[in-house]
């Protein structure tokens, strides 16, 4: 269930997120950002597993006993009870996995409306929904 004024946590997120400064893997990544905006919008947190590079982040999937970026969303939606819904119906706060070669072979992002916003290495970006490949319903 959505927090009382989550709205208002969540843009705070995403005004944050344009001030954050240099990409971190762990503090401020595709992770964090998505972590960040699901603790604003729901009042809990979700993931509390601490990295500072691929390679440890690389080492929390294989503890989870998942084998990449998306089998531990997948596995943490489950355990969360966010429920996969279809691409054209997330709507603002919903959480999106975008296929992307770099790093851990995808990519987290948040829906900010009919696109989503993703925080990369190369700095944020916003993309049409469409071209990402999963949804989960944030409440």
Same mark, same amino acid.
């Given at each position: 269930?959505?927090?009382?004024?989550?709205?208002? =946590?969540?843009?705070?997120?995403?005004?944050?997120?344009?001030? =954050?400064?240099?990409?971190?893997?762990?503090?401020?990544?595709? +992770?964090?950002? +998505?972590?960040?905006?699901?603790?604003?919008?729901?009042?809990?947190? +979700?993931?509390?597993? =601490?990295? =500072?590079?691929?390679?440890?982040?690389?080492?929390?999937?294989?503890?989870?006993?998942?084998?990449?970026?998306?089998?531990?969303?997948?596995?943490?939606?489950? !355990?969360?009870?966010?429920?996969?819904?279809?691409?054209?119906?997330?709507?603002?706060? !919903?959480?999106?996995?975008?296929?992307?070669?770099?790093?851990?072979?995808?990519?987290?992002?948040?829906?900010?409306?009919?696109?989503?916003?993703?925080?990369?290495?190369?700095?944020?970006?916003?993309?049409?929904?469409?071209?990402?490949?999963?949804?989960?319903?944030?409440?």
């Amino acid at each position: 269930m959505r927090v009382e004024n989550w709205e208002s =946590k969540f843009q705070e997120v995403l005004t944050n997120l344009l001030y =954050k400064g240099e990409f971190k893997h762990g503090k401020n990544d595709c +992770v964090s950002f +998505v972590i960040e905006s699901i603790e604003a919008i729901t009042g809990k947190k +979700v993931f509390n597993k =601490k990295y =500072k590079n691929l390679k440890e982040a690389r080492k929390i999937i294989k503890n989870y006993k998942q084998t990449s970026l998306l089998t531990i969303a997948l596995q943490i939606a489950k !355990d969360n009870n966010f429920k996969e819904i279809d691409i054209s119906r997330t709507q603002r706060g !919903d959480v999106l996995y975008y296929v992307d070669k770099r790093d851990l072979d995808g990519t987290l992002g948040v829906c900010i409306g009919e696109k989503v916003m993703f925080n990369w290495q190369d700095g944020i970006t916003i993309i049409e929904k469409e071209k990402c490949i999963k949804g989960w319903r944030i409440e």
